[in-house]
């Protein structure tokens, strides 16, 4: 099983970046699939979340309206595009792979927005 993050960078506030997730090894479309975040000295949180078929999305609050996740079932891949960066944006982001007790993870990637 493979989850491969990229996308990641340095960005100004305000900015732009897609991150898209490579996965591998696994029946990717039976899978929920999530990004999540992890700033420095805080917990791991999960930000987006689609189901397994694509129709459904979940956010936090705090990305809502600005984060949007999509996925690719006949590409095994699941992107998220970020607009109006904030510093607060700042982070390792992850890939998640979830169903039932199957969990996988991407080895993240980070995000720094700076002026």
């Known amino acids: 099983v493979q989850l491969v993050e990229s996308g990641g960078g340095l960005v100004q506030p305000g900015g732009s970046l897609r991150l898209s997730c490579a996965a591998s090894?696994?029946?990717?479309?039976?899978?929920?699939m999530s990004w999540y975040r992890q700033a420095a000295g805080k917990g791991r949180e999960r930000i987006a979340l689609?189901?397994?078929?694509?129709?459904?999305?979940y956010y936090v609050t705090s990305v809502k309206g600005r984060f949007t996740i999509s996925r690719d079932n006949a590409k095994n891949t699941v992107d998220l595009q970020m607009n109006s960066l904030k510093p607060d944006d700042t982070a390792v982001y992850y890939c998640?792979?979830?169903?039932?007790?199957?969990?996988?993870w991407g080895q993240g990637t980070q995000v720094t927005v700076s002026s």
């Open positions: 090894g696994f029946t990717f479309n039976t899978y929920v």
């Open positions: 689609i189901s397994s078929t694509g129709d459904s999305q």
């Open positions: 998640n792979a979830k169903r039932g007790f199957d969990d996988y």
